[in-house]
T-cell receptor
Framework: EAQVTQNPRYLITVTGKKLTVTCSQN?????MSWYRQDPGLGLRQIYY???????DKGDVPEGYKVSRKEKRNFPLILESPSPNQTSLYFC??????????????FGAGSRLTVL | DQQVKQNSPSLSVQEGRISILNCDYT??????FLWYKKYPAEGPTFLIS?????DKNEDGRFTVFLNKSAKHLSLHIVPSQPGDSAVYFC??????????????FGTGTRLQVTL
């Protein structure tokens, strides 16, 4: 089944404790992206990657890091989480947003709480 | 600055009636628009899209209308069904500027279809 898999789905952590949210897709998509969803703010892009070793900042990259060492994986790293990073996170992928229909396939989401 | 706005956080419609979800945008460079649907505990899924060269696109019960001069688009669902109850996100991209990788989302409208 074609899908984007995120882990963990739920996580409660404390301020300053490094964490990684993994994202993996099995569709051989070139493009991958991370979004966070917050009440009243919708979905905001954190980082995106056009291909392996190619990443760029989205609208709200502060406090986050990403890497794209393999095509299928795009982990989101919070080096020193803070309470304002409490949010619902979505990973998404697509073949090529430039030429096609910009149709993203989303993961099921990871709800992160930072105390 | 919210470039894509969905001014109605929620909408309640009776089963069988028409649901109209609205979206406004401010960036005149946007040339491709999409609607995503999101159920609780799931990621958003693509519903329907429209290019700026069109003013209407239809797919079954779903029709998207685009008014470029007003920078406004709307999603019509006819007839509405209880399974349509979800949060709907409007999204836009500016493919002709080479920034197709950036998909800007609205804040979402929660649709409830009542019996």
């Amino acid at each position: 089944e074609a899908q984007v898999t995120q882990n963990p789905r739920y996580l409660i952590t404390v301020t300053g404790k490094k964490l990684t949210v993994t994202c993996s897709q099995n569709m051989n998509h070139e493009y991958m992206s991370w979004y966070r969803q917050d009440p009243g703010l919708g979905l905001r892009q954190i980082y995106y990657s056009m291909n392996v070793e190619v990443t760029d900042k989205g609208d709200v990259p502060e406090g986050y890091k990403v890497s794209r060492k393999e095509k299928r994986n795009f982990p989101l790293i919070l080096e020193s989480p803070s309470p304002n990073q409490t949010s619902l996170y979505f990973c998404a992928s697509s073949f090529d947003l430039g030429s096609g229909a910009n149709v993203l396939t989303f993961g099921a989401g990871s709800r992160l709480t930072v105390l | 600055d919210q470039q894509v706005k969905q001014n109605s956080p929620s909408l309640s419609v009776q089963e069988g009636r028409i649901s109209i979800l609205n979206c406004d945008y401010t960036n005149s460079m946007f040339d491709y628009f999409l609607w995503y649907k999101k159920y609780p505990a799931e990621g958003p899924t693509f519903l329907i899209s429209i290019s700026s060269i069109k003013d209407k696109n239809e797919d079954g019960r779903f029709t998207v209308f685009l008014n470029k001069s007003a920078k406004h688009l709307s999603l019509h669902i006819v007839p509405s069904q209880p399974g349509d109850s979800a949060v709907y996100f409007c999204a836009a991209s500016a493919r002709n500027t080479g920034t197709a990788s950036k998909l800007t989302f609205g804040t979402g409208t929660r649709l409830q279809v009542t019996l």
